[in-house]
């Protein structure tokens, strides 16, 4: 089975930027998709096929993805980008998603 | 714009089975794809499977094939997942998704407690 590599956690001071990223054998050759999720709520897409953003998500938050790791950029962090990002792909009729990123805004 | 709306909280005994259902509102159902996701206490995301409701086909993830049904009702543009033998390791909040190839539109969960 396909894996995806997050780190478990990450913190960034308010007004910089965090990068998060997530890892797998060639990912960059696969469409990779970001979520956030606060707490108590359902995920919600922040990027789909690697760097596109939905209609509603600030322009601070980017994406891309190359070779191994596909990386989710948010520029000038602030208080509520607090939460928990997980990357997907989709490999050999499954999705898969990456185990998650704690992101603390400081 | 379309909204998934899915079935209440559920306890349940262990070895039972639980169906849990997502309904969409405001926009066409059929053509897209529902998968569901499940996320047991502190844990991360995990896909169970899905359904092309137009198709009436669906696909399960192997480590749940044979205890999941993913169907489709479309004249009332629900989507259910039913889960069998149900074990405490199976309390989690259960989400359906609209899977566009990605997934755009989220239900707002549904927690299924299993306990004795």
């Known amino acids: 089975s396909y894996d995806l590599t997050q780190p478990l956690s990450m913190s960034v001071a308010l007004g910089q930027t965090a990068r998060i990223t997530c890892g797998g054998n060639?990912?960059?050759?696969?469409?990779l998709h970001w979520y956030q999720q606060k707490p108590g709520q359902a995920p919600v897409l922040v990027i789909f096929?690697?760097?596109n953003r939905p209609s509603g998500i600030p322009e601070r938050f980017s994406g891309s993805n190359s070779a191994n790791t596909a990386t989710l950029t948010i520029s000038r962090a602030q208080a509520g980008d607090e939460a928990d990002y997980y990357c997907?792909?989709?490999?050999?009729?499954?999705?898969?998603f990456g185990g998650g990123t704690k992101l603390t805004v400081l | 714009q379309v909204q998934l709306v899915q079935s209440g909280p559920e306890v349940k005994k262990p070895g039972s089975s639980v169906k849990v259902s997502c309904k969409a509102f405001?926009?066409?159902?059929?053509?897209?794809?529902i998968s569901w996701v499940r996320q047991a206490p502190g844990q991360g995301l995990e896909w169970m499977g899905g359904?092309?409701?137009?198709?009436?086909?669906?696909t399960y993830a192997q480590r749940f094939q044979g205890r999941v049904t993913i169907t489709a009702d479309e004249s009332t543009s629900t989507a259910y997942m039913e889960l069998s033998s149900l074990r405490s390791e199976d309390t989690a909040i259960y989400f359906c998704?609209?899977?566009?190839?990605?997934?755009?539109?989220w239900g707002q969960g549904t927690v299924v407690t299993v306990a004795s």
């Open positions: 096929r690697d760097t």
């Open positions: 060639n990912i960059g050759n696969k469409h």
């Open positions: 359904v092309i409701p137009i198709y009436g086909k669906s």
């Open positions: 997907q792909v989709w490999d050999s009729g499954t999705w898969v």
């Open positions: 998704a609209r899977d566009i190839n990605w997934f755009d539109i």
């Open positions: 405001g926009g066409t159902f059929s053509s897209h794809a």
